[in-house]
């Protein structure tokens, strides 16, 4: 069964070989594998992962603008993007830039800069066309099942204002944030169906969206549904219209979200951030018969290099999940650098050896 | 003099309603309260009350930052008189993401709250190295350090934080926090850390239970 074969099927809960397996990596990683991976630069085909990801959209609000660099030391960039937001960045790691600060801090300037800029037109030049006809392509021939991938509403509105910004505009201006869903959401399901229409279907839609962080989400469920939920709605209307599942990734605690998460449309929720305070196994014990997950394995015991480690971690959770064959194993968030190659190839081919059927 | 304007002016902070804060404040002084009373008895027990809240999932960040803005808004408001009156903060905490971590979201929360709590907070900001936790210490001789960490390659750092002081000779004078994603309270154990909390608002309760003891 190819990784094609096994994820869409694993998503529509037919029987399947065995667990799908999907993995991401930090940038470093690759660098300090490169020993390793003799040469070889793609991750997904060195480690014959199940999953082939493409993310062709850029919905920054001046795509003339680039990102400008104001201010460097010996190991970071401070930059300005087409945002207008100033962010730091690490030169030598992976990682979420410091929000230095944001030109679009409430309604004002989103209505006088960002809105009119996204609301432009020339769409088109924010689709990646040429890449995802070659991922789609690589993914085909590989065998491995292809997404369409891409940030949904609220992390397009955290690159836009910041998180402080948004969330207390939430509390402050609801309306300027739904009218921000509005925009993004309607960009989002435009700029695919034009991707779509000249470069053809994916096999399913991947949508990032960060809404939690450790022991919480970053708003309320009811904020949520009153906010968020019609976009990531009209999001993954679009999808299912297209007979496409949808993966929502969320890093942090987001399972009291999850409900709202299954009313806009979900089929699959990854990443389930074990350090966050989420719980692979009661998730699938209240929402196993309504979601798929991808993820849930403690990156930190991959991360020990310690075989009885993983082992454990495996064990616990594989014979479980497995049962409801709507699992596909991934870290709870990425693989580092410091995990030995060796050591992941033992995971992968511990959690394939468990996870047959 | 009624206690009813302390009472609103806690309610005003939980609902961020920062002109009514302000309004309060304003009445609250023409009635003869202290800044000391109108901070404590109505700002702080605000805050507190909405730190509760928030660890049991009742409000959310929006609530939160929206009380900080409020709470902020009256403390400026009564900076003057409490300099007047003699009132102190609780104590000093110096705060930061440790060095080649650049996460400042969790951090901000836990010096909101410490805020809240009657804390002064000295800042340091993002990706800290040890030795400017080490100066700031020497500088500001705070109660304690709190450390944010939100990788697992960063959270080494925490550990580099506590050697440098260690090494500088001022562990005995403080008290170190840890915090972030991948924190537990095994890995404080480990690196010698004081106390680890696994949200904003039970950083704050620490705090005070790590100065008052």
Request: negative net charge; charged residues 25%.
């Amino acid at each position: 069964m190819t990784g094609k074969e096994r994820i869409a099927r694993i998503l529509r809960r037919e029987p399947v070989d065995r667990i799908g397996i999907h993995e991401h990596f930090w940038g470093d990683t690759a660098k300090g594998w490169k020993d390793y991976l003799n040469g070889e630069g793609n991750l997904e085909r060195f480690w014959d992962l199940d999953v082939c990801e493409c993310w062709p959209l850029n919905l920054v609000a001046d795509l003339d603008a680039g990102s400008v660099i104001v201010a460097e030391d010996e190991n970071t960039a401070t930059y300005y993007d087409g945002n207008r937001a100033t962010l730091r960045k690490h030169k030598f790691k992976d990682g979420t830039p410091e929000h230095v600060d944001f030109f679009v801090k409430d309604r004002e300037n989103w209505e006088a800069w960002a809105k009119p800029l996204l609301l432009a037109g020339a769409l088109d030049r924010r689709i990646n066309y040429a890449a995802y006809e070659q991922s789609r392509q690589i993914a085909n021939e590989d065998g491995r099942y292809f997404v369409l991938s891409g940030v949904n509403v609220f992390e397009l509105m955290t690159y836009l204002c910041g998180h402080e910004n948004l969330l207390a505009g939430m509390a402050l201006d609801p309306e300027w944030v739904a009218d921000m869903v509005d925009v993004y959401s309607r960009m989002i399901v435009e700029a695919q169906t034009r991707l779509i229409e000249k470069s053809g279907l994916p096999d399913g839609i991947w949508f990032y969206d960060d809404l939690g962080y450790k022991e919480h989400p970053f708003l309320s469920p009811g904020m949520y549904d009153e906010l968020v939920l019609p976009g990531h709605k009209r999001t993954m209307d679009f999808a299912h219209a297209l007979g496409l599942p949808v993966i929502l990734h969320s890093c942090g605690f987001v399972e009291p979200l999850v409900p709202g998460f299954i009313e806009a449309g979900v089929d699959c929720l990854q990443v389930i951030e074990i350090k966050a305070g989420m719980d692979l196994l009661k998730l699938q014990r209240l929402y196993g018969d309504k979601l798929c997950f991808m993820g849930g394995i403690d990156a930190r015991v991959i991360c020990s290099n310690d075989k009885a480690l993983i082992d454990a971690e495996l064990e616990a959770k594989i014979p479980v999940m497995k049962q409801g064959g709507n699992f596909i194993i991934h870290s709870d968030h990425s693989v580092p650098p410091t995990v030995k190659p060796e050591i992941f190839r033992y995971y992968l081919e511990r959690a394939a050896a468990l996870g047959k059927y | 003099m009624s206690t009813e304007i302390l009472a609103n002016l806690s309610l005003a902070v939980q609902k961020g309603r920062a002109k009514d804060v302000e309004a309060l404040i304003a009445q609250g002084l023409a009635e003869d309260f202290t800044a000391q009373q109108l901070l404590e008895d109505g700002l702080l027990t605000g805050m507190n009350l909405l730190g509760v809240r928030f660890k049991n999932n009742e409000v959310f960040v929006p609530e939160v930052l929206i009380a900080a803005r409020a709470l902020n808004k009256g403390t400026l408001l009564l900076k003057t008189q409490l300099v007047e009156e003699g009132v102190k903060p609780i104590g000093t905490v110096v705060i930061g993401t440790v060095q080649g971590d650049l996460h400042d979201i969790g951090k901000n929360l836990v010096r909101m709250m410490l805020e809240g709590s009657g804390f002064q907070v000295i800042d340091l900001g993002v990706d800290v190295a040890p030795e400017t936790f080490v100066e700031a210490v020497r500088e500001h001789k705070p109660q304690i350090v709190a450390l944010s960490a939100l990788l697992t390659t960063t959270m080494g750092s925490q550990r580099g934080v506590i050697e440098a002081l260690e090494g500088a000779g001022l562990r005995g004078t403080v008290k170190v926090m840890i915090g972030g994603a991948p924190i537990t309270e095994a890995y404080a154990n480990e690196i010698g850390a004081d106390a680890y909390t696994a949200d904003a608002a039970s950083a704050a309760q620490m705090a005070k239970s790590l100065v008052a003891a």
